[in-house]
């Protein structure tokens, strides 16, 4: 009994409760990565400072090998977990938890993470996502890379990736580079591999994009197949710059990460000029919000599936009476091409729409 006693003081002298639950969280390295590392943060570093933590063991379950990390204690408490290659370039978010259960199982092919169940583990990773490009610059050679704030060099070490591969849809020619990402937001440098360089796009890799490159800059193309709506926002907000965040919960935002779009394209609609988003077709009731990247921001009434063009008043102020949807939507649109032939499906090109009185130009 004394001695029992005395292992029990000397656990809680040591910051050990007597009863603390260990909580497994397993992993399959389908990246195969050479070194694995695993971080938290959240109430505190379980692990430990960066990198973390080395597995403390590996476990074969139903066939499927897994390295295993195990934590003693921390009941109750949040932990965001980032696996990484030891500290050698490459990490993926591989959870957010609450330590409340015994075992936690995933599996990483160092572009996606999916949750995996050990009675049945079936791990099926997202088909990887892809850059189209049309390049117009003129250059012997087009690469793509990509960098984010503590991130792996999501295209490779400078230059990046050699965009050789082509690939023609619906007659266009596009050349390609793999995009695979755990849809985080990557900053596009477009090059040479010599001295010329365009730049100035952020997009969620993970994510397929189509865009056109010349040598001075990239515009982002509707994706071929896909239904696109526009968002008209009448801003008499006073801000110098609207900004406009959306999301859904379970799905990437059809905006990217914060802080969104900036609406900076305007159009004129019966006598209102309006900035205008472009937004892919999606059945997901989407929470919008409008703010100036600079601390005023409020929620929009109501949530909008993008199923149709979508018309806002966005005014100073108010998360439920600051934007009011409008009514009457405008004129048809009809397309021409640029030497004045009207089309009914316009598709990878430059076209005049014309609504009402109005006209403009878009890119398809």
């Known amino acids: 009994m004394k001695k029992n006693l005395l292992l029990s003081l000397a656990l809680c002298a040591t910051g050990v409760a007597a009863n603390a639950a260990t909580h497994n969280i397993y992993v399959v390295n389908d990246a195969k990565w050479e070194e694995l590392a695993l971080y938290s943060w959240g109430d505190s570093e379980i692990f430990g400072g960066w990198p973390g933590a080395a597995p403390t063991a590996t476990e074969t379950i139903n066939g499927v090998t897994y390295s295993k990390f195990s934590v003693d204690g921390n009941d109750g408490e949040a932990a965001n977990l980032i696996l990484n290659n030891n500290n050698n370039g490459a990490q993926i978010d591989l959870a957010s938890i609450t330590l409340?259960?015994?075992?936690?199982?995933?599996?990483?092919?160092?572009?996606?993470?999916?949750?995996?169940?050990?009675?049945?583990?079936?791990?099926?990773?997202?088909?990887?996502?892809?850059?189209?490009?049309?390049?117009?610059?003129?250059?012997?050679?087009?690469?793509?890379?990509?960098?984010?704030?503590?991130?792996?060099?999501?295209?490779?070490?400078?230059?990046?990736?050699?965009?050789?591969?082509?690939?023609?849809?619906?007659?266009?020619?596009?050349?390609?580079?793999?995009?695979?990402?755990?849809?985080?937001?990557?900053?596009?440098?477009?090059?040479?591999?010599?001295?010329?360089?365009?730049?100035?796009?952020?997009?969620?890799?993970?994510?397929?994009?189509?865009?056109?490159?010349?040598?001075?800059?990239?515009?982002?193309?509707?994706?071929?197949?896909?239904?696109?709506?526009?968002?008209?926002?009448?801003?008499?907000?006073g801000w110098e710059n609207l900004y406009v965040y959306a999301y859904y919960d379970g799905a990437p935002s059809i905006f990217g990460g914060w802080p969104g779009a900036l609406a900076k394209e305007t159009e004129t609609v019966d006598g209102i000029t309006y900035k205008v988003l472009t937004a892919e077709e999606t059945e997901d009731p989407q929470i919008f919000i409008f703010h100036n990247n600079d601390g005023t921001q409020y929620d929009v009434e109501g949530e909008y599936p993008i199923t149709g063009n979508l018309f806002f008043t966005a005014n100073t102020s108010g998360a439920t009476t600051g934007v009011e949807t409008l009514t009457d939507a405008p004129a048809a649109a009809e397309y021409y091409t640029l030497q004045g032939v009207r089309v009914s499906n316009p598709s990878n090109g430059i076209y005049i729409v014309r609504q009402g009185a109005n006209t403009s130009k878009v890119v398809f």
């Open 100 to 237: 409340d259960a015994e075992n936690y199982y995933y599996a990483t092919n160092g572009a996606y993470v999916v949750t995996v169940d050990p009675e049945n583990p079936d791990i099926q990773y997202p088909d990887p996502a892809t850059i189209y490009a049309i390049d117009k610059t003129g250059w012997d050679t087009l690469y793509a890379y990509g960098w984010a704030d503590n991130q792996p060099e999501v295209l490779g070490g400078w230059p990046g990736t050699a965009m050789t591969s082509t690939v023609e849809i619906d007659g266009q020619t596009y050349k390609t580079a793999p995009f695979a990402g755990a849809g985080v937001d990557y900053n596009l440098i477009f090059n040479n591999n010599d001295a010329s360089q365009v730049e100035g796009l952020t997009v969620p890799a993970g994510k397929d994009l189509y865009v056109e490159v010349t040598a001075t800059e990239i515009t982002v193309l509707p994706t071929p197949g896909v239904k696109y709506h526009k968002i008209y926002i009448d801003d008499r907000t």
